[in-house]
């Protein structure tokens, strides 16, 4: 379990309840969106709301402590922030596995920000398909 607190002192944010208990709720379940988010705030503090999550979400997104997944067609996920990684996304369940950032494929993606003169801060590198369960259902 990370040290939320600092975790939030270090991006300059409080270090609220609302915030610690979300940041729980999404290092729980992995990756998930705001109505999962919150089905899970609401187990252990009831009174939230949850335009509260939201909210705080979105503020915790600003200020890089978490990352937003985006799934077509679908809400989007979020996770917390970690090393950078890749995201494999099913476009039918919406279920999202995370995959190590191969250094040749973090190289052409250096290289294609140099050759458009482009400051590259940070990347998202996110793959849409079908797991393998979902293939086996559309098989069938």
């Known amino acids: 379990m990370k040290n939320y607190a600092e975790l939030l002192k270090e991006h300059g944010l409080k270090a609220t309840f609302q915030r610690m ?9 992995g990756h998930a969106n705001v109505d999962e988010i919150y089905e899970k705030v609401r ?4 009174t939230l ?3 509260t999550v939201y909210k705080n979400i979105i503020t915790m997104v600003e200020e890089g402590v978490l990352v937003e997944v985006p799934i077509v067609g679908k809400k989007s996920k979020y996770e917390l922030k970690k090393e950078e990684h890749l995201h494999l996304v099913c476009i039918e369940c919406g279920s999202v ?3 190590k950032l191969d250094e040749d ?7 294609v920000a140099d050759s458009s003169s482009f400051a590259l801060r940070e990347r ?4 849409y398909g079908l ?3 979902c293939q086996v ?3 069938s």
């Open 137 to 139: 259902s559309k098989a």
């Open 105 to 111: 494929l973090a190289e052409d993606t250096r290289k």
């Open 124 to 127: 998202q590198l996110n793959l």
């Open 131 to 133: 797991c393998s369960e």
């Open 43 to 46: 187990q252990s503090h009831p």
């Open 97 to 99: 596995v995370d995959r």
């Open 21 to 29: 208990t979300i940041l729980s709720a999404i290092e729980e379940l």
């Open 49 to 51: 709301s949850l335009a």
